[in-house]
Every structure is written in C-alpha cells, then in structure tokens.
C-alpha cells in the first residue's frame, strides 16, 4: 500500500515533528516544579539524553510519545498500514535505542522512569500527574512507568 499523503506533504508534517519541549514533556516539567522538584533539561552527557534529569536524586526520566516508542498494548502506538516495511524498521531501532539507554542508565546507579503520552492524556489535572511522579520519585525504585 502507498502513502496516501503526496512525499512533499508528508516531508512537511514529519519534519513538523519536535523532540524537545513538545506538550507531555511540558507538562510533565509543569507538574515536578509545582511539586518543589528542581531539574535539568536533555542531559547531553548521559546515555539516551533523558529529557529531564533531577540530578541531587540521580532520577532521569523519558517523556515517550505512544506512537515513536511504541508503548505496548497503547491504541496510539499503532503501526501505520503504508510503508510498513520502513516504519516496522524505524519504530523497533527506537525501542531497541530506549531500552540500550535504561539499561545504561540503570548500570550507572540512575533510576529511570519513563512517562508515556497517554498516561498524560488521561490524567484528570495536573494534581494526579504532581502526585503520581512525586510518590514515584519518593519510592526509590530502580525503574518504573506512569
């Protein structure tokens, strides 16, 4: 099956596509600091350059989009039907980079989290995401999803 969105448009909509500072990772910046947690931002010299990093609790966390990172059992993550060979290439060598990355991150002593869109989409106000991050963060687990 062929795209059914002409190469010059679909080259406009992709390149559209942020990987800093898009909505969930906002939000999710917007409810740490409301909870009195401070941060850095895209740690460059860490392994998969989380997008925020609380370094005093050495916690990295990964704001995932459904869809580029494939969540698991998530209705956005679903396989486009065009081009599938492509994009079953791109999605897998994004997955295999996240999980190349926790485990590094994991055997450097960080704790790792992973924020997923949907659970962001869900969320009732920015009060349950505050406190479902700050029990996270209080807990001392090694690794955990929202």
Same mark, same amino acid.
């Given at each position: 099956m062929t795209d059914i969105v002409p190469p010059e448009t679909r080259s406009r909509m992709m390149a559209g596509i942020r +990987? @800093? &500072?898009?909505? !969930? *990772? %906002?939000? /999710? =910046?917007r409810a740490l600091f409301a909870a009195g947690l401070r941060f850095r931002l895209h740690r460059k010299d860490l392994p998969g350059k989380p997008d925020? /990093? %609380? !370094?005093? =609790?050495k916690v990295a966390i990964f704001v995932h989009g459904c869809f580029w990172h494939q969540h698991a059992g998530c !209705?956005?993550? @679903?396989m486009p039907t065009s081009n599938r060979e492509f994009w079953? @290439? @791109? %999605?897998?060598? &994004?997955v295999e980079r996240d999980q190349k990355a926790?485990?590094?991150l994991r055997m450097a002593g960080w704790r790792v989290l992973t924020v997923? *869109?949907?659970s962001i989409r869900n969320k009732e106000s920015e009060s349950s995401l505050r406190a479902a991050l700050r029990a996270w963060i209080d807990r001392e687990?090694?690794? +955990?999803?929202l």
């Open positions: +990987g @800093k &500072n898009t909505a !969930p *990772e %906002l939000a /999710v =910046r925020i /990093v %609380l !370094p005093a =609790r !209705p956005y993550a @679903k079953a @290439k @791109k %999605l897998l060598a &994004n926790v485990h590094e997923w *869109e949907c687990s090694g690794y +955990g999803e």
